[in-house]
């Protein structure tokens, strides 16, 4: 990708990235780092530059909106709030001589070691806890809408993808997003519907959402809230 930047009339300038593909119209999309624009190899700069121009006034307005719902990164220090199953809960660190446990106690999530002081050791931990408390209740969730369908899964395995949310294939095998354990649990139960309805439709068809709908009847309202919370679950690398 190459680093661009459009002058807009009234002085103000928007910088981009540009991705030349083999393609034949011009894409935007707004990420984690900004504008993106997919454009033809052939394009001419002019002709490009136009195109931005004229939607200048949607890219500001959507980089406005990333902008307001930015997220503070995660700073994995004693006090830090988090979320677990849509409950906030505080990190609280506490040095010992030997104990490395990470527990939750009330509304606390403890972590004691002797390098409790360390982000990356302190980050470490706190996520491999989340994962552990992630698998079990997924599988959990996974098996009762398998018998409630009379299907079979292969396997259920966590996934620690930054776009997605859980995934299924045609082997029948259950991948959901690690960090969806903070969510609150019919946030959850959403997501896992979503995915096993792919068992009787791989695809996003009227038949799919007629499979989601009998399996999660609230999904709009759901797909809405966990729009929303996105940005907050993905503090977390």
Same mark, same amino acid.
């Given at each position: 990708?190459?680093? !661009?930047?459009?002058? #807009?009339?009234?002085?103000?300038? @928007? &910088?981009?990235? *540009?991705? /030349? $593909? ?26 490009? !530059?136009?195109?931005? #121009?004229?939607?200048?006034?949607? @890219? &500001?307005?959507? *980089?406005? /909106? $990333? ?26 660190? !506490? ?9 939750? &106690?009330?509304?606390?999530? /403890? ?127």
């Amino acid at each position: 990708m190459i680093e !661009q930047r459009l002058q #807009l009339p009234n002085g103000q300038s @928007i &910088q981009y990235l *540009l991705d /030349l $593909r083999a393609r034949r119209t011009i894409g935007l999309k707004i990420t984690a780092n900004g504008l993106v624009v997919h454009a033809p190899k052939r394009i001419s700069a002019t002709q490009l !530059q136009q195109v931005l #121009l004229e939607k200048s006034g949607w @890219i &500001q307005q959507k *980089l406005a /909106l $990333r902008e307001a719902n930015q997220v503070a990164p995660m700073q994995w220090l004693d006090g830090e709030p988090l979320l677990f199953m849509g409950q906030d809960i505080v990190l609280t660190l !506490q040095q010992h001589a030997t104990n490395k446990a990470v527990t939750l &106690q009330g509304n606390q999530l /403890l972590v004691r070691s002797p390098q409790s002081d360390q982000p990356a050791f302190v980050a470490r931990k706190v996520l491999q806890w989340y994962a552990q408390q992630a698998l079990p209740d997924f599988k959990r969730r996974v098996e009762l809408i398998a018998a409630q369908m009379g299907e079979k899964i292969t396997s259920v395995a966590l996934s620690n993808a930054r776009s997605r949310w859980g995934s299924c294939n045609s082997r029948k095998q259950i991948r959901l997003n690690w960090r969806l354990i903070q969510a609150p649990p019919h946030i959850i139960q959403y997501v896992v519907c979503h995915e096993m309805a792919h068992l009787r439709e791989m695809n996003h068809s009227a038949r799919f959402y007629a499979v989601q709908e009998s399996l999660f009847p609230h999904h709009l309202q759901a797909e809405k809230e966990l729009k929303a919370l996105s940005a907050i679950l993905h503090r977390m690398a």
